[in-house]
């Protein structure tokens, strides 16, 4: 009896120091921040730029700022860019099983301006994303991800 209330002491434990380390690693996994080179317009400038030169479009680009501004609260600059590669998107879009990861297209690249006055890019880890999925979905968001860095990459301090 001894024995198996200890087996199952050690198993809650061993949940509990896991559950803990997913949490507290899971979100700097599954998000990117990294500081800018340039001051927030030129960053949008020349993400944009390098959006294009990959083949990649722009169909939004949202000014959180100026929407939160509307209902009369104050943020620092803060702009997200809607960026899709068609021919990946439709790899998804295309198959009814795979669709419901239309929730995270098109891919967001987020511009902001902190406190410390230091712009900052962010974005979702697509190709760690990706990986909990498999199939179709991974290799969609793996292409995505990979192309999305090589977009951020030239504006990004290097890490």
């Not at 600059?77 to 929730?103: F, G, N």
Request: hydrophobic share 45%.
């Amino acid at each position: 009896m001894g024995k198996l209330i200890l087996l199952i002491i050690g198993i809650i434990v061993g949940a509990s120091i896991t559950l803990f380390y997913i949490k507290s690693k899971a979100p700097k996994m599954m998000l990117i921040e990294s500081e800018s080179l340039y001051d927030f317009e030129q960053t949008l400038e020349k993400l944009q730029a390098s959006v294009d030169s990959k083949g990649w479009k722009t169909p939004h680009v949202h000014d959180l700022q100026a929407t939160m501004a509307k209902f009369n609260y104050e943020v620092r600059k803060v702009k997200v860019m809607e960026v899709c590669k068609p021919d990946v998107a439709q790899l998804i879009l295309s198959r009814d099983d795979e669709r419901i990861a239309s929730t995270m297209m098109p891919c967001r690249i987020s511009v902001y301006e902190k406190s410390d006055g230091k712009v900052y890019v962010a974005r979702m880890n697509s190709v760690k994303m990706g990986d909990l999925f498999g199939g179709i979905i991974k290799q969609a968001m793996g292409i995505a991800g990979s192309e999305s860095e090589e977009i951020i990459e030239s504006v990004v301090v290097k890490e």
